[in-house]
Structures are given as C-alpha cells and as structure tokens.
C-alpha cells in the first residue's frame, strides 16, 4: 500500500529533491530519495554552515549505510549477483557544499540549494562476464574503474579493466527551505 502524505505532512517537509534537469535517475536518484526522506525536517535558518554540518552528518551516519543497501539491492534486482566481482561508491567520501556553479543560491532567500558534485557507483564483473549487457539495466557505462569509493560488495580491483559499469552523476541537488 503506498503512503500519502497528508496536508500537514507537505507544511512541515523543509527538504526537496530537485525535479528535471536537476534531479537524479536510476540507483542515485534512489538513494538520493530515501536520503531526503531522512532530512525532510531540516530547517535553514539563516546559517548556512550549521545547516550543511547537519546535512553532512546526516549524510556519513544515516544515508551511506542505507545507500549500500539501497545500492546492492538494485544490483541485485538487475544482474546475476554471482557475476559481480565488486561494487563501491563515492557514499562516504562525498560531502555536500552550497551550490556555487548553477546561481540558483540569492541572497536574502529563504532557501538555500546544496550540491553533492560528483557520486560514482562502479560495479566490477567477474571474468568471463560482458559488462556491456548490463549498462543498459544499470544505468551506466562500461569503463575502468576509479579507487575512489567505499567498498559496499567485494573488494575494489583495477584489474577488472573495462569489465565495469560506471554509473555516474554530476550535480545532485536538493533545497532547503526555511518555511
């Protein structure tokens, strides 16, 4: 059964996830739902670094936990998992930080748009497995993989070569409201 917000719910809800050219597909936009389900009480109120430092601590404690999970599960849902060698992500390594680039940021609002930058989920295939058939399930690319995440399956290895699909996204963006 799913769940409808009531009035009330939407009144009290101070984080949103960006739509359109903003918001994020596939496994990120999943993880980036369910991490903004877990903030959607944060309040800006007129000090950005207080409002980050709690987003970001949100984000290390909560969301990379529940992104591996999140993650694994999709995979899980779209290929053999015996085929796969690894999995990591940028979960834990990424902070978010006040959108500088875009200007959607003013002066005086009463929101403020944060940015994660870049969040990258490598899945790394067993030999004897074609990575290319499953760039299309995942949402990715066949690429070498970067050491640059946490381990959530496996171990990280740079002799899979090509042998790994990339899933990448730059610029997840969420808003948070004073109101």
Do not use: C
Not at 115 to 144: C, Q
């Amino acid at each position: 059964m799913k769940h409808v917000k009531l009035f009330e719910e939407f009144i009290n809800e101070k984080a949103y996830q960006l739509t359109g050219m903003y918001s994020s597909k596939g496994i990120i936009g999943k993880v980036m739902f369910n991490f903004k389900k877990q903030i959607e009480r944060v309040k800006y109120e007129g000090d950005i670094e207080a409002t980050l430092i709690e987003i970001n601590n949100a984000w290390q404690i909560g969301a990379t936990s529940l992104g591996s999970k999140i993650t694994q599960d999709i995979v899980r849902k779209g290929v053999n998992i015996n085929d796969v060698y690894f999995i990591t992500a940028t979960l834990g390594s990424s902070s978010w930080k006040l959108d500088d680039i875009n200007g959607l940021n003013s002066d005086g609002s009463d929101e403020i748009f944060i940015t994660m930058g870049e969040f990258i989920i490598n899945v790394g295939f067993s030999v004897g497995v074609d990575a290319k058939k499953y760039t299309k399930r995942l949402g990715g690319m066949t690429n070498p993989p970067m050491n640059m995440g946490d381990d959530i399956l496996g171990t990280f290895d740079a002799e899979i070569g090509s042998n790994n699909v990339e899933i990448r996204s730059s610029g997840t963006f969420l808003s948070i409201n004073s109101k």
